[in-house]
């Protein structure tokens, strides 16, 4: 039987409302992602081909893979390997099988829709599983260690790629109107993620080595890009903005706010599109953990 009392219309409303703004979240993220691997593609490239790995892996699980930045790197370094990319995100995963089609690599990709948190889905016994920038969004990343270890072949590894913090990409003292007005966005977001986002940053070394893992290298690596840049950089530094803004729009000042909305506004002559000076300053840091 069908509710149609003024509760479940309501309700009904709320669940559209909460879905629409799921998927314009997850439209914005997906933007971030696939700029972030095209601007990173080289420093993902060196990530992979450090991994401590003899014999090709033939089966790599990407753990919260999103829209596949490492899903494709890693088909093309290991060449005779499958991926299997999981994610919560039923729009990356779809995005991310997209672009599998159109690249030709459809048959050497499997999607599993799974939030990690609730339910361990059956992923087969992979030789190499990758997870980047994904581990500190679980809400119980020792549980999910538990599990990678419990999954993983007798030998095999689990790569776990994290980041400091977002990227920078204005000189210090920038804008002229309001210098250093990016790091106050930093500060300002920080607080946000301390209570959104409580394990970024956490010591997954020291977690590794507790869960049973033995950690075989660990590197650290510092990217900084431009200028000059491509129109690429811009485009990443302007939906990096975009996003944090609305992280941060209730702890800046209106001054800082006014200053950051002329950096997003496309047609004016502030636009952080029209800036020359742009970089990507960040740190992604790497742990290698053997399955003993
Ligand atoms: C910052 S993105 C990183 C995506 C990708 N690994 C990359 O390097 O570009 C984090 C991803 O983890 C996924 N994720 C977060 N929590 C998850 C969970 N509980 N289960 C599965 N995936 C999750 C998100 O949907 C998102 O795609």
Request: contains cysteine; hydrophobic residues 40%.
């Amino acid at each position: 039987m069908t509710d149609t009392s003024p509760r479940a219309s309501h309700d009904h409303e709320t669940h559209a409302a909460h879905q629409h703004s799921a998927d314009h979240d997850a439209d914005g993220q997906a933007e971030i992602l696939d700029l972030d691997a095209e601007v990173l593609a080289e420093y993902i490239d060196s990530i992979t081909a450090w991994l401590p790995l003899g014999a090709g892996p033939r089966h790599i699980v990407d753990l919260g893979c999103g829209t596949g930045a490492g899903t494709f790197a890693l088909l093309q370094r290991f060449p005779h390997a499958k991926v299997t990319a999981v994610d919560t995100s039923t729009s990356h995963l779809h995005r991310l099988l997209e672009k599998a089609r159109t690249e030709g690599l459809a048959d050497r990709v499997h999607t599993v829709q799974a939030d990690l948190d609730a339910t361990w889905p059956d992923l087969g016994t992979p030789e190499l599983v990758w997870a980047s920038a994904s581990m500190h969004h679980m809400a119980d990343p020792d549980r999910v260690l538990r599990r990678v270890r419990d999954t993983l072949a007798p030998g095999g590894l689990f790569a776990v790629v994290e980041l400091a913090g977002f990227p920078r990409f204005l000189p210090e003292d920038a804008p002229e109107d309001r210098p250093g007005l990016e790091e106050r966005c930093h500060a300002a977001l920080d607080g946000h993620h301390a209570e959104h986002v409580p394990h970024r940053g956490a010591d997954w070394g020291s977690m590794l080595t507790a869960t049973g893992f033995t950690v075989e290298a660990e590197r650290t690596i510092t990217v900084n890009i431009g200028p000059p840049h491509t129109g690429t950089v811009g485009r990443y530094a302007l939906a990096s903005l975009r996003r944090m803004r609305s992280g941060v729009a209730r702890t800046l000042t209106a001054e800082d706010l006014t200053a950051l909305d002329h950096l997003l506004d496309t047609d004016s002559p502030h636009s952080i599109l029209r800036r020359g000076d742009l970089t990507v300053r960040t740190e992604r840091t790497v742990w290698a953990a053997r399955r003993a």
